[in-house]
């Protein structure tokens, strides 16, 4: 089955810096990646998708890339704030066939003011 | 417009009791699908129901149970509690199996 990995566990960053938390997968028949954040106390919330026939999708401050042939997606935030502190979740799915996403073990980021 | 509603919030049940938690989703939403979050294992995918009918079901013990009804509202039952079990249940609503998920602020079930 689909397996998914998520580096790093913690990420501290300085207020205004960029944060990178990368993924990667085992099944090269998983077609859409979604990243969630989950706030203290609250479900995950989804930030950006992205499909496997895009290799870049951006969304102001947020932004995702995938690499089919690496199999492996990444999250890039650009000019961080103390509101982006939370638990950052990397999800692969085979889209069309059933949502049953596969989540990576996720990414706890502190943006230090 | 109204999220993804989740009831109740907390739970404390005993070993050997079982449980039902609730879930409706977003006005119009037809797929609703089940996962535990626990620490020691992170985000695990239960089940998944579309129009009434299961469409996935992962990896737990026939106690898990799920099911959906005519108004997209969904349940999901386990029986024969276990200290195991104890975790933060989060159900999703999407329009349909193409779409990402809206997630509900989960049940917290602790069995004690």
């Known amino acids: 089955g689909e397996n998914v990995e998520q580096h790093p566990s913690t990420l501290s960053v300085q207020e205004g810096d960029s944060a990178v938390i990368k993924c990667t997968y085992s099944?090269?028949?998983?077609?859409?990646f979604p990243w969630y954040k989950q706030e203290l106390g609250k479900g995950p919330q989804l930030i950006i998708d992205?499909?496997?026939?895009?290799g870049e999708k951006k969304d102001q401050r947020i932004a995702v890339t995938l690499n089919k042939t690496a199999k492996h997606f990444s999250l890039h935030i650009t000019e961080t704030q103390p509101e982006d502190s939370a638990v950052y979740f990397c999800?692969?799915?085979?889209?069309?066939?059933?949502?049953?996403?596969?989540f990576g073990p996720g990414t706890r980021l502190s943006v230090l003011p | 417009k109204a999220g993804v509603t989740q009831t109740p919030r907390y739970l404390i049940k005993t070993r050997g009791q079982q449980v039902t938690l609730s879930c409706s989703p977003i006005?119009?939403?037809?797929?609703v699908s089940w996962y535990q979050q626990t620490p020691g294992q992170g985000l695990q995918f239960l089940f998944e129901?579309?129009?009434?009918?299961?469409?996935n079901k992962g990896n737990f013990p026939g106690r898990f149970s799920g099911r959906q009804f005519s108004n997209s509202r969904s349940e999901m039952n386990v029986s024969t509690l276990e200290l195991g079990d104890s975790a933060l249940y989060l159900c999703?609503?999407?329009?349909?199996?193409?779409?990402?998920?809206?997630f509900g602020s989960g049940t917290r079930l602790t069995v004690v």
């Open positions: 992205i499909r496997s026939n895009v």
């Open positions: 099944d090269s028949a998983s077609n859409y």
């Open positions: 999800a692969a799915s085979k889209g069309d066939y059933g949502q049953n996403f596969v």
């Open positions: 129901y579309f129009s009434e009918t299961q469409r």
């Open positions: 999703a609503s999407s329009l349909s199996l193409s779409y990402g998920y809206t």
């Open positions: 006005s119009g939403h037809r797929s």
